[in-house]
Nanobody
Framework: QVQLQESGPGLVNPSQTLSLTCTVS??????????WSWIRQPPGKGLEWMGV???????YYSPSLKSRTSISRDTSKNQFSLQLTSVTPADAAVYYC???????RGQGTQVIVSA
């Protein structure tokens, strides 16, 4: 069974860049036709899809976040990462990595944006 684990700082200063990493075990991020997503849930709100990196390295982003979001990967470590630039308090949320659209999801990591 595929397992995912998010890691990264829980506190980010406004205007800085948020960087999170997802470590995948039990499966490879390069498995054909696999896809790996980042989603988030702000306090009191629903889940928001942020973007995805596919098995071939191609990426797709939410139009509302595209200008600030970058997803990359390190195949040697079986990890994929999220960078969100110019964060504001509105970016505070629990951030999750997930396999595909409905697959296994990490336990999530809470991010606070505050000086």
């Amino acid at each position: 069974q595929v397992q995912l684990q998010e890691s990264g700082p829980g506190l980010v200063n406004p205007s800085q860049t948020l960087s999170l990493t997802c470590t995948v075990s039990g499966g490879s991020i390069t498995t054909s036709f696999s896809a790996w997503s980042w989603i988030r849930q702000p306090p009191g709100k629903g889940l928001e899809w942020m973007g995805v990196i596919r098995y071939d390295g191609s990426t797709y982003y939410s139009p509302s976040l595209k200008s600030r979001t970058s997803i990359s990967r390190d195949t040697s470590k079986n990890q994929f990462s999220l960078q969100l630039t110019s964060v504001t308090p509105a970016d505070a949320a629990v951030y999750y990595c997930q396999q595909g659209a409905t697959g296994s999801r990490g336990q999530g990591t809470q991010v606070i944006v505050s000086a």
